[in-house]
């Protein structure tokens, strides 16, 4: 989604704006442009292509004070008149993230006031309403407050002068954004990977928060206009996780990375003979033990972790577990249980629906939360009671792969300490076994990447694709849906194998490839009952099968083995098919892996 970074120092800083917005490209967009202070007037340059042509036509021009922007578009088409930053009279220059939800009403009455609106853009009445305070004599950080409290709505945002080059005024609510402190220099970014080369110390703002930053140091706001201290923290991210390396796309690398991120995220967990429920939190274990029931709460690929953990939570621990889309929970009248626990599950942990929903759980009167989140600083970390966090590190492709199945490990290891303090859990030591061999695990079916490589092309031709599971891998065949329609293009469906006679067996045709996850559980034989429905129909099925399924490969039936079974665990084993699936059938259709069309990585506004 939209990305932010901005720069005031003593030397040039078009490369730091122009680096900083090539390493927001991976949240996805569709414009980019940057305003420095060029000779007391700003300088704006702004492109409908990739940073890389910003780059080009940056050639040349200097400035030691700027802002730069990557959009996403929500308010008008990408085009470069609606490209950021907005400017007002030449003087005022804005960048933004978020949506300015009473834009329309505000945008009247400047219109009024004589204000000419050059863009489709909500941002632009942020540009004219400084301007209009400014103009009246306020200094740059007075006129950008009062601006801000005629805002509704959502908004990251960083603002400059022409004639004031020693100023630059950021502020949020509702979107994130943070200061990196440097030495005679200071930043704002809407993510911290953007800051690395110049700085990992930053200061996380908080909501409402507003900085006001010169080349010397800066001064925050809280929401009532207060100075206030935030802490300086010390990023963890290092400059070369972000960096792709070998790999061909970051896709790629995240998903070989998963072993690794799986040991990570284990470390702290599961090092002893036993899982104690303080790996959620100081106040895990009285907290824990007072909930009678789950509420997950998700988006995307997190709400398909969640759909797994049900099944784990309520067969292994024997709680009660619901899970929901957060963009429907936020808005449905639901019935509380106050006594559930609220479990939020984000990768970025800024998903604005899951914060929304999160914040109306607690309206609700739910007090018990948990974030697993794969971002330390995040807010859905801030505001919850308890947090587990995926230690995946970075993940740039908009895909999601090792965020996922290390949520899975985190919403394991949380089943396994619920089903402990309610002594329903048998066989603890076998579960941490298999959790400790689950790398190794993975590693070996990341060794299948040759064969599935040579599987996608068979892909490349076809417009539709089905997936079908059973049980605990029926989220599993929903994610590997999800995955080669994001990436590849290709219409996906994913369906429980059982329902398909209800309905899609109608799709299914030669043309209709049917892929199937078929662990040897106890639904297998229900499973392969389905599938012979499908040859029966004429539909090409490709099967990913446990060793020890009895399937053989015939006419029309493309069987690929997995190398062992996994029990309890084996929707994370089954899930790495699948994403190297719709990665290669991806590379033959030769899209944007990364950056797939008309998404972003993190979903920041509503
Ligand atoms: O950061 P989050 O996990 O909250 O993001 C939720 C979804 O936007 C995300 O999982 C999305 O579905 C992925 N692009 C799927 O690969």
Not at 3 to 19: K, Q
Not at 135 to 140: D, E, I, S, Y
Not at 228 to 248: D, F, M
């Amino acid at each position: 989604m939209c990305g932010i970074v901005g720069a005031i120092a003593e030397r040039n800083v078009v490369p730091i704006l122009l680096e900083g917005l090539q390493r927001l490209e991976y949240r996805g967009y569709d414009s980019a442009g940057l305003v420095v202070v060029e000779n007391a007037r700003l300088k704006r340059l702004r492109s409908t292509g990739r940073v890389a042509e910003l780059m080009q036509i940056s050639k040349g021009t200097e400035g030691n004070i700027g802002i730069a922007h990557t959009r996403w578009a929500t308010h008008g088409i990408p085009s470069e008149r609606n490209a950021h930053p907005h400017i007002s009279r030449d003087l005022i220059a804005v960048v933004h993230n978020g949506i300015i939800e009473n834009y329309e009403s505000l945008r009247d009455g400047l219109v009024k006031a004589g204000y000419e609106f050059t863009s489709d853009t909500d941002t632009e009445v942020i540009a004219h309403l400084v301007h209009s305070h400014y103009a009246k004599g306020m200094t740059l950080l007075k006129a950008v407050q009062a601006t801000l409290k005629e805002l509704v709505g959502a908004y990251a945002i960083g603002v400059i002068a022409a004639d004031n080059p020693d100023r630059l005024i950021s502020a949020r609510r509702g979107s994130p954004l943070l200061l990196g402190v440097g030495i005679g220099e200071n930043f704002v970014a809407s993510d911290v990977s953007a800051l690395l080369p110049v700085t990992n110390r930053v200061v996380y703002l908080e909501e409402g928060d507003l900085v006001e930053l010169d080349r010397q140091g800066y001064r925050i706001y809280d929401a009532e206009g207060n100075e206030v201290a935030r802490p300086v923290q010390t990023s963890e991210i290092s400059n070369e996780s972000v960096q792709l390396g070998n790999y061909r796309h970051y896709m790629q690398k995240e998903i070989h990375e998963q072993p690794e991120a799986i040991a990570n995220t284990l470390e702290t967990a599961c090092n002893s003979h036993s899982i104690m429920p303080g790996i959620f939190g100081a106040e895990a274990e009285s907290c824990l033990s007072r909930i009678d029931g789950i509420l997950i709460l998700a988006c995307g690929t997190s709400y398909h972790a969640g759909l797994v953990a049900r099944y784990w939570l309520e067969e292994i621990s024997g709680l009660h577990c619901t899970v929901e889309i957060a963009s429907e929970y936020r808005y449905r009248k639901s019935v509380p249980n106050p006594n559930a626990l609220v479990v939020v599950l984000s990768q970025s942990g800024e998903t604005a629906d899951t914060q929304a929903a999160l914040s109306h759980a607690k309206s609700l009167g739910h007090v018990h939360t948990l974030a697993i989140c794969n971002v330390p600083e995040s807010a859905l970390v801030r505001q919850s009671k308890l947090r587990f966090l995926t230690r995946a590190g970075p993940e740039i492709g908009v895909a999601s792969t090792k965020a996922f199945t290390t949520q899975l490990v985190a919403l394991f290891l949380l089943t396994l300490v619920l089903a402990k303090q309610r002594n329903h859990l048998t066989a603890e030591s076998e579960h941490l076994h298999a959790l400790r061999h689950l790398p190794a695990a993975v590693q070996k079916v990341l060794d299948l990447e040759p064969k599935i490589a040579r599987l996608a092309e068979k892909f490349a031709s076809k417009h539709h694709a089905l997936f079908l599971g059973r049980g605990l891998h029926y989220p599993i065949a929903l994610e590997g849906a999800l995955k080669l329609k994001e990436i590849s293009y290709i219409h996906a469906e994913a369906y429980p194998a059982g329902e398909l006679k209800h309905g899609p067996l109608a799709l299914v045709d030669k043309d209709m490839p049917v892929i199937s996850v078929a662990p040897n559980d106890a639904l297998l034989e229900k499973l392969k009952s389905n599938l012979h429905e499908v040859r029966a129909r004429g539909g090409e099925l490709y099967v990913f099968a446990d060793a020890d399924t009895h399937m053989n490969e015939e006419e029309g039936v493309h069987i690929m083995r997995m190398p062992e079974h996994a029990g309890y665990l084996s929707p994370i084993l089954h899930t790495i098919p699948l994403q190297l699936l719709a990665y290669y059938v991806a590379l033959q259709k030769g899209t944007d892996v990364d950056k797939p069309r008309n998404l972003a990585k993190s979903v920041t506004v509503e």
